[in-house]
């Protein structure tokens, strides 16, 4: 729920850490309580885009770093 417009707007990530979402780019992977969530899944995949970050980044944090986790053979290049 980090990032999103509801959690924003009560607990809002400190924007002093954000520059270790560069970081840590690699140990990130999303996930999703959907549909137990207040908000439609595709905001909670649009915020993603709204951190500055590039494409490999949220390619990483959307699938494969999960793939690399469940050790997937995806075809996925490793970092």
Not at 7 to 33: K, N, Q, W, Y
Not at 56 to 70: M, S
Request: glycine share 6%; charged share 25%; proline share 8%.
């Amino acid at each position: 729920m980090t990032f999103t417009d509801f959690t924003e707007e009560f607990v809002p990530f400190p924007r002093a850490e954000r520059a270790r979402l560069t970081e840590f780019g690699d140990r990130i992977v999303f996930g999703s309580d959907f549909p137990n969530i207040p908000y439609g899944y595709p905001h909670a995949l649009d915020v993603l885009t709204r951190l500055d970050q590039d494409e490999k980044w949220l390619r990483a944090v959307c699938h494969d770093n999960a793939a690399r986790l469940f050790a997937m053979d995806t075809g996925a290049v490793a970092p």
